[in-house]
């Protein structure tokens, strides 16, 4: 259904209500998917909503799964990811999923609906002052109390989730707004005069950090999840095979350089490859491109780095300098910041060779690596994932050592393929966030690795992901544990397993086939890989894997808190 | 290190929350806060009184600049513009202290602006010290109640901070 069949567009002007110009804008902005819960205060737009074919509606089964689901599409299309929730209880589980956007850059408009301006402040039926509650979580926030600020409204909160260092932006209307009828009209540019991203970098200080980059003997190029965000990962590849320079990537910066270059360093800090964070604390010039040196990455603050100058690149003023102290920072787009470094960089061959020589031989002798014995280890499950896939796989995670695992052992080689919550670190995240990732990638093969801790947080999807026939593989690394939390208890607690043993876990794969989903459980290390054969040839659903593995497993290298990045646990 | 920040906001809803808010979240203490309207109707200004290195300055006044409602971020230099409180203080008078009390008032430029039976109210407008000086030498006749501004101020000369 349109709004208006007997016209191809909708004409300049036309008396609509709140809720269809808030479709219509929605329209205008290009979404073409919707996530979203209803409820009392967003009943106008559900009505708008139905049957309506230009917007594809998924409802999932927790308003925490449709913000996680939004922000999974949102990671895999770079695309603004829109979830609809109704006001009070609704919006208020939303608070995850927009925190965990928040903490990770995620552009998401998140749509809520409010009591109606009569009842606002009154303690109404499911009222909750959510513009409050999310203003600490939120890159801005608006309380739409009339029709007429709709189009507006969305057209800036649009621009603001995804300009600049993209975030989440909650536009909370008042049921009364919804159903107003006014001149609809949709804005062709938005003013904001408080809102200026600087795009592009100071020449001159783009200048000085060509001077530190030629300068240096033991470069190495720290990327973070800005580059993936840029679209930067073909400028940062050009840079780091120009200068003939290493590359770590944080967490959030997997995919940002091909693992399988012989720069690649892949993962540095907490759970990072030893090779990579010993070229941290070695190398004399670290250039961060969209990086912001979390704790989990520096370790001991005063110890990181602790003979390198700094180069910072990053869109956000206020990460320059917050943590470390930065000899040349510079505020800008890093893809535009990084062609305009390649074009200063000359071409000269042999560069850096005793240094890249040292960190073959750390390569060589720390590498990434696990011991087997009779047990099926995770370590090996993601390697096979690998395999079987070729590499070719979008890998969303929950939160825990199969997080660390899969970002050690899966190579990644292309941006937007690693899905994870980094730095709100929410379990749960994984699995609602593949179903948005396969809406947003329907060809790509999309999987869920999963601990049996965190799939439990948000396994009511899987109704959600049987009903759309979501091929999504669905991988639990089944240790019956908390286990990061119980790694914890082990090295630093005395082995004190305080309410960390999950040995009561349910039947996952009953639970699996109660939804309608294809389940296996796997016991034995040599049937792996024939397992995740098969599941690839399911197509019409998801499949849920269970695999055994061994419980006390922890993940390593590991820099316990507080330590010096070369203070690291190897094995 | 104290530091007066000045920032121009645009006079919407939940403006002063965010800002507050940022300040809270992040550990940054305020010392004082004022808040009013300016010569253009859409904007406010916030003044904040704040202590921190220069690090700490830094961090605030970009992390005010974020905020999306937020246009402009001042750091006053102290000695470069005209900070004022304004405080209005009851303070216990009979016949024999009101003259001590109105030339005590005087030889701070403040003003009685009522006088009852057992109390005079004295509105005084200064720089922050001067204000606790006369706060003091009063305390010897019985405050009875003193309310304060926060710290308004505004940068000296030509320079036009918004």
């Known amino acids: 259904m349109t709004i208006f069949p007997q016209y191809d567009k909708i004409p300049i002007q036309m008396k609509i209500s709140g809720a269809q110009a808030l479709i219509e804008s929605l329209k205008k902005e290009g979404v073409e998917i919707v996530f979203g819960y209803p409820g009392g205060t967003v009943l106008p737009i559900y009505d708008v909503l139905y049957g309506e074919k230009a917007i594809k509606h998924i409802l999932p089964r927790h308003e925490q799964g449709s913000t996680h689901a939004a922000d999974g599409y949102a990671r895999v299309t770079g695309k603004v990811g829109v979830c609809i929730a109704t006001s009070g209880p609704g919006a208020t589980n939303t608070i995850t999923g927009i925190a965990t956007a928040f903490m990770d850059s995620i552009p998401m408009v998140i749509i809520t609906g409010q009591v109606a301006t009569p009842l606002i402040g009154r303690d109404s039926f499911q009222e909750a002052d959510i513009t409050g509650i999310t203003q600490p979580i939120t890159k801005h926030n608006y309380l739409v109390k009339t029709a007429e600020e709709i189009p507006r409204v969305i057209k800036e909160a649009f621009y603001i989730a995804s300009t600049g260092r993209p975030g989440p932006v909650v536009v909370d209307i008042a049921k009364d707004a919804q159903v107003n009828k006014f001149d609809f009209k949709y804005p062709d540019k938005v003013n904001l005069p408080g809102y200026k991203p600087t795009l592009k970098g100071d020449p001159e200080q783009v200048k000085a950090a060509a001077k530190l980059i030629a300068e240096s003997k033991k470069p190495l190029i720290y990327a973070g999840g800005g580059v993936i965000a840029s679209g930067a990962a073909a400028e940062l590849t050009e840079f780091a095979r120009k200068l003939n320079t290493p590359v770590t990537t944080t967490l959030m910066g997997l995919g940002a350089f091909p693992e399988t270059d012989k720069l690649a360093l892949q993962m540095l800090g907490m759970h990072g490859t030893a090779f990579a964070n010993y070229a941290v604390q070695e190398c004399d010039l670290l250039i961060a491109v969209g990086a912001r040196f979390d704790d989990r990455v520096t370790g001991h603050l005063p110890s990181f780095a602790p003979k390198a100058k700094h180069i910072q690149i990053d869109i956000d003023p206020a990460e320059i300098g917050k943590n470390v102290r930065i000899d040349v920072p510079i505020v800008g787009d890093v893809k535009q910041t990084l062609k305009e470094l390649n074009a200063l960089i000359p071409v000269k061959a042999g560069r850096h060779l005793a240094w890249l020589k040292q960190i073959e031989e750390w390569k060589n002798k720390f590498p990434l690596s696990y011991k087997k014995n009779n047990f099926i280890k995770p370590q090996y499950v993601i390697e096979m994932i690998d395999e079987v896939t070729k590499g070719e796989a979008i890998i969303c995670t929950e939160v825990g050592q199969h997080q660390m695992w899969a970002a050690q052992f899966f190579k990644f080689t292309k941006p937007r393929t690693w899905v994870s919550s980094g730095g709100l670190g929410t379990m749960g995240y994984g699995f609602p966030a593949s179903i948005g990732a396969q809406f947003g990638r329907p060809d790509s093969t999309v999987f869920n690795i999963a601990g049996d801790g965190s799939i439990q947080m948000n396994i009511q999807e899987l109704a959600t992901a049987v009903i759309h026939k979501l091929p ?40 699996a086939e109660a939804y309608g989903a294809k389940a296996m459980r796997i016991t034995d290390q040599t049937k792996v890989k024939a397992a995740l054969e098969e599941a690839m040839k399911i197509t019409d659903g998801p499949v849920l894997l269970d695999f055994s593995v061994d419980k006390e497993e922890n993940v390593l290298p590991f820099v316990p808190p507080g330590q010096a990045l070369n203070e690291m646990i190897i094995d | 290190m104290k530091h007066t920040i000045s920032a121009i906001v645009e006079n919407k809803p939940g403006v002063l929350h965010r800002v507050v808010g940022l300040f809270s979240r992040r550990g940054y203490n305020i010392d004082s806060l004022a808040v009013g309207t300016t010569e253009k109707t859409e904007v406010s200004r916030i003044t904040i009184v704040v202590t921190g290195d220069d690090l700490v300055l830094e961090q605030i006044i970009k992390q005010l600049y974020k905020q999306i409602d937020v246009l402009e971020v001042f750091d006053l230099p102290q000695n470069e513009s005209i900070e004022r409180e304004l405080a209005l203080i009851k303070v216990k008078a009979n016949e024999k202290t009101r003259n001590e009390i109105a030339q005590l008032a005087e030889t701070f430029n403040a003003r009685i602006v009522d006088v009852a039976e057992e109390t005079v109210i004295i509105e005084v407008s200064l720089e922050k010290e001067k204000v606790e000086n006369l706060q003091k030498l009063l305390e010897k006749f019985g405050i009875q109640e003193l309310v304060r501004t926060g710290k308004i101020a505004i940068q000296k000369g030509g320079k036009n901070n918004g």
């Open chain 1, 472 to 511: 999504i593989k669905i991988v639990v690394l089944n240790n019956s544990f908390l286990g990061m939390v119980r790694q914890w208890q082990e090295l630093i607690y005395e082995k004190r397993y305080s309410s960390t043993n999950l040995c009561n876990n349910p039947d996952l794969v009953k639970i």
